[in-house]
């Protein structure tokens, strides 16, 4: 039978590696087909767990029946079925609720959780853009995952119904990495949509024509990231205008919402091609494009480890965020921003949403937080050999099929404790 298969520079591959041993597995890509830094997800039956990452199955994202899973990835739900049901989970609750509903009309604003009377106005308004809002919002917890992939914490979820644990709550660096990461997913995903022609109400951006000063002319299809930015702020802000939420940390999610707004409106590239005899480049075409979203993530990630710790304070005689310790200077628009340091996540605690790492792979001979002493957090771990089997030595028959040979090896793993 047919598949329904999900739009937007999505693709999915069923292959069955062997009709005796019936291990099927599901791959599903992002990106276009020649970006190296498309992510994937897989399903494999055998296991019954969907991983995310690059290229390796790296980052274990939940558990659950093989009916289930198949329908989750063609219907983008994987996202929603692991958010907060409670008020508490933030924007990122109402951006995740949006991939629930496939397809998406306005009589399904009001049936996504955790939206506002603002966002489900706006989400009526403007139900073109909630897909492209959903593939931000999956994006952008991909490339946490891939981020964090060697850290205490990973990005991994606690159940079905709660994503992140209490992460959001505490106003930690992790929680700012988390609105800038969701931020900028949806800002993304929305620009690039606007440039490929996918949405009605917004195109390329048009402010950018003529020629240049340095002598090229502005042709092609410029990244509108000023229409991305200005409804992601729209939308995406509009949940922290809570009376029950505490002003510093409403401050703190709109700064660091901002911030992964920001990371992508400072870091437009300038890409050029070239016209001529023999690409002599009589003539230079140019256009304004966005980073990918790894080096979005990359740069994200680097403001995590320098963010800064601060206080509610006043700023130009309105409550606003300063530094907490007055010899580091103020943070910029791009800086990410916390309140609360971060606990050491080496043990599961409900209380601060920790799973701990009893369980994760480490690294034996690194001395870097992926090492076995730093993220087993001196407990010790154990040591596998693992039997692997490999597709290897594979030829092409004409007409039209690859044949392969079989490979076994034997690989070392090692296990906190």
Known sequence: AELPLPT????????????DERQHQCRWRFG??????????????????????????????????????????????????FCLRHRSSGCHCSVAHISSVVPFGAENCRSIKGLNKRQVRLCRQN????????MGALMSIMECQYQFRSRRWNCS??????????????????????????????????TRDCSSGKLEKCGCDRSYNGFNREGFHWAGCSDNIRYGA????QFVDAHERRKHKSLELVQMNLHNNEAGRKIIERHMKTQCKCHGVSGSCELKTCWRAMPSFREIGQMLKAKFDGATEVK???VNYRPGLIPAHSQFKPHTA??????HESPDYCVANNKTGSLGTVGRVCNKTSK????????????????????LVERCHCKFHWCCFVRCKECVRTVEVNICL
């Open 8 to 19: 937007r520079s999505v693709s999915l591959q069923l292959t069955n590696d062997d009709d």
């Open 32 to 81: 276009s087909s020649d970006d190296d830094s498309a992510s994937t997800i897989s399903w494999r039956a055998e296991s019954s767990w969907i991983f995310i990452g690059q290229a390796s199955p790296s980052a274990v994202f939940a558990n659950g029946s093989k009916a289930i899973v198949i329908w989750i990835l063609l219907s983008l739900d994987i996202y929603s079925r």
């Open 127 to 134: 139900t073109d853009l909630m897909g492209s809002m959903k």
């Open 157 to 190: 979820v606690v159940d079905r119904s709660v994503l992140f644990g209490r992460v959001l709550d505490l106003g930690t660096r992790e929680a700012a990495f988390v609105h800038a990461v969701t931020s900028a997913g949806a800002t993304f995903m929305i």
């Open 230 to 233: 200005a409804f992601t702020r």
């Open 312 to 314: 509610l304070g006043q």
């Open 334 to 339: 791009e800086d990410l921003v916390y309140l």
């Open 368 to 387: 870097a937080i992926d090492g076995c002493e730093l993220l087993c957090c001196g407990r010790g771990f154990v040591t596998r050999y693992e039997r």
